[in-house]
């Protein structure tokens, strides 16, 4: 059981440039999640996925864009890179939200992008 | 401004005492939850405590949840150098949509 698994961990961009951050669990969550968090701060949700075929906004959406390829996975994409978007890059994923009632999530390691 | 706010923002105790951080929040909640993060790597969930609980107890953590106040606190009770780390606390809101929102954290420090 991998549990979060995201790739890569590590990447340098050069303004302007595209790229797309791969998520994937292997719990059966319907719901994922891709936060940013930036030096001594929490983080922000960018987009979630509440089930397979929906993605919603979050916190800091600019910029961003998702896509929920099937039920294990959910990508990241920046078209055009700026430096403002160098943070380091959570997914994460959870059971769905039911009844007013909502889980724990569970993270990855993270993708430490910088963007020159 | 973020739903969530600890404090303090960090917190130096030598090994074997008391460590608590608070978080403040600002409108209802659903539930409240807090997390640790070692340095670099991902949140690890440490307890939820739904609205209509005051005291959840997990081994040597203790969370409080105090709605009329909209507070919560994270007590961890004999302190060990492992439990270093950044803690924080998120809440879940219903904005057309339940949203988990993260505080900045609590920085503790554990001396050996």
């Known amino acids: 059981n991998a549990g979060v698994t995201q790739t890569p961990k590590f990447q340098v961009l050069k303004t302007g440039q595209s790229m797309t951050l791969q998520c994937a669990q292997d719990m059966n969550h319907n719901s994922m999640y891709w936060y940013r968090q930036d030096p001594g701060m929490g983080l922000r949700l960018i987009y979630y996925?509440?089930?397979?075929?929906?993605?919603d906004k979050g916190e800091v959406p600019n910029g961003y864009n998702v896509s929920r390829l099937n039920k294990r996975e959910f990508s990241l994409r920046l078209e055009s890179a700026a430096p403002s978007q160098t943070s380091v890059y959570f997914c994460a994923s959870s059971e769905m939200a039911t009844g007013g009632f909502t889980y724990e999530q569970y993270f990855g390691p993270g993708t430490r992008l910088t963007v020159t | 401004s973020q739903q969530g706010e600890e404090d303090p923002q960090a917190l130096s105790i030598q090994e074997g005492e008391n460590a608590t951080m608070n978080c403040s929040y600002k409108?209802?909640?659903?539930?409240l939850q807090w997390y640790r993060q070692n340095s670099g790597r991902g949140l690890v969930h440490l307890i939820l405590?739904?609205?209509?609980?005051r005291e959840k107890h997990s081994g040597r953590l203790r969370v409080t949840l105090d709605t009329s106040k909209k507070s919560s606190s994270l007590l961890i009770t004999a302190s060990r150098a492992a439990d270093t780390a950044s803690y924080f606390c998120?809440?879940?809101?219903?904005?057309?949509?339940?949203?988990?929102?993260f505080g900045a954290g609590t920085r503790l420090f554990v001396k050996a």
């Open positions: 405590i739904r609205s209509n609980e």
């Open positions: 409108t209802s909640i659903n539930n």
């Open positions: 996925s509440a089930s397979e075929g929906t993605t």
């Open positions: 998120a809440t879940v809101v219903n904005t057309g949509g339940f949203k988990t929102i």
